[in-house]
T-cell receptor, first 113, second 114 residues
Framework: EPEVTQTPSHQVTQMGQEVILRCVPI?????FYWYRQILGQKVEFLVS????????KSEIFDDQFSVERPDGSNFTLKIRSTKLEDSAMYFC???????????FGEGSRLTVL | AQKITQTQPGMFVQEKEAVTLDCTYD???????LFWYKQPSSGEMIFLIY??????QNATEGRYSLNFQKARKSANLVISASQLGDSAMYFC???????????FGKGTMLLVSP
């Protein structure tokens, strides 16, 4: 069964460093998302991406964040200068259409020291 | 704006018993979708069930069913015949029609004992 894959599964970084989280969505899906979950809290929407551009973003997704689809398969989330409060599990998701079931990856845990 | 409320931070159930996880929502959109996701301790998000706001029947997927009461704005998840592997966090989420952004509740931790 096709699945969304994410790398790395866990990354530890120093405050102020740049981090890139990578995702390979399901191949015939057209909509891509990043969500995050701070430990013990609910899952929060960050950004959605369609047709090579951001279609929606939350207030969390400030100038420190960017997304890119550098080739036909990868979808990346970059955090330019990490802060302690960026420590969270980051989930990539994809969907075939603009609504309905989202398929989530297993998440990338980011720890900022 | 949408809001999801899950009032049960934790639920205990014995194996083979049924359990209901509560979810209420608030939205001004006339058309929307409701989801339940399971998050085991390993962290991944697993889709369980979907209910459209205009669906005439309550959704069912195997041991999972969604008790959808539109007038009360509730979308409770019912798990029949609980299994030890059902122990996990369960998140209710919604999305307005035409959009793709899920709004999640805070989750309910379900613990199934032998």
């Amino acid at each position: 069964e096709p699945e969304v894959t994410q790398t790395p599964s866990h990354q530890v970084t120093q405050m102020g460093q740049e981090v890139i989280l990578r995702c390979v969505p399901i191949s015939n899906h057209l909509y891509f998302y990043w969500y995050r979950q701070i430990l013990g809290q609910k899952v929060e929407f960050l950004v959605s991406f369609y047709n090579n551009e951001i279609s929606e973003k939350s207030e969390i997704f400030d100038d420190q964040f960017s997304v890119e689809r550098p080739d036909g398969s990868n979808f990346t989330l970059k955090i330019r200068s990490t802060k302690l409060e960026d420590s969270a599990m980051y989930f990539c998701a994809s969907s075939r259409g603009g609504k309905g079931e989202l398929f989530f990856g297993e998440g990338s845990r980011l720890t900022v020291l | 704006a949408q809001k999801i409320t899950q009032t049960q931070p934790g639920m205990f159930v014995q194996e083979k018993e049924a359990v209901t996880l509560d979810c209420t929502y608030d939205t001004s959109d006339p058309s929307y979708g409701l989801f339940w996701y399971k998050q085991p301790s390993s962290g991944e998000m697993i889709f369980l069930i979907y209910q459209g706001s205009y669906d005439q029947q309550n959704a069912t997927e195997g041991r999972y069913s969604l008790n959808f009461q539109k007038a009360r704005k509730s979308a409770n998840l019912v798990i029949s015949a609980s299994q030890l592997g059902d122990s996990a966090m369960y998140f209710c989420a919604m999305v307005p029609k035409g959009y793709s952004t899920l709004t999640f509740g805070k989750g309910t931790m379900l613990l199934v004992s032998p």
